[in-house]
């Protein structure tokens, strides 16, 4: 069974900075693109984050410059440094994994999601 878990939300004052995991965990034979996204009250669910198994990254606009992903692939793990941090990124925050899973060459490609963890910024 693959498990996909985050961790490091919780409630912080505008300015403050928080450190988001992700755990990727099971049969899990390679795991490719790992992303942070997030949903806000109300709204769609967006991307914030995104890093290739080679480290390429990409962000969305509104988070360009203050927030970092990183990744470890020996571990499946992704992490998510926030800084600078506003009201407007309140939300909850989700972790996919694209992973391949099973035993060569038994093998099968899918998006696996997170529960979430709830990010709140205070004014």
């Known amino acids: 069974q693959v498990q996909v878990v985050e961790s490091g939300g919780g409630s912080v004052q505008a300015g403050g900075s928080l450190r988001l995991s992700c755990a990727a965990s099971?049969?899990?034979?390679?795991?490719?693109?790992m992303g942070w996204y997030r949903q806000a009250p109300g709204k769609d669910r967006e991307l914030v984050a995104q890093i290739t198994r080679k480290g390429t990254t990409d962000y969305a606009d509104a988070v360009r410059g203050r927030f970092t992903i990183s990744r470890d692939n020996a571990k499946n793990m992704i992490y998510l440094l926030m800084n600078s941090l506003k009201p407007e990124d309140t939300g909850v925050y989700y972790c996919?994994?694209?992973?391949?899973?099973?035993?060569?060459?038994?093998?099968?490609?899918?998006?696996?999601w997170g529960q979430g963890t709830q990010v709140t910024v205070s004014s």
């Open positions: 099971g049969n899990i034979y390679s795991a490719a693109l």
């Open positions: 996919k994994a694209d992973l391949t899973v099973g035993t060569f060459p038994w093998t099968a490609e899918n998006d696996y």
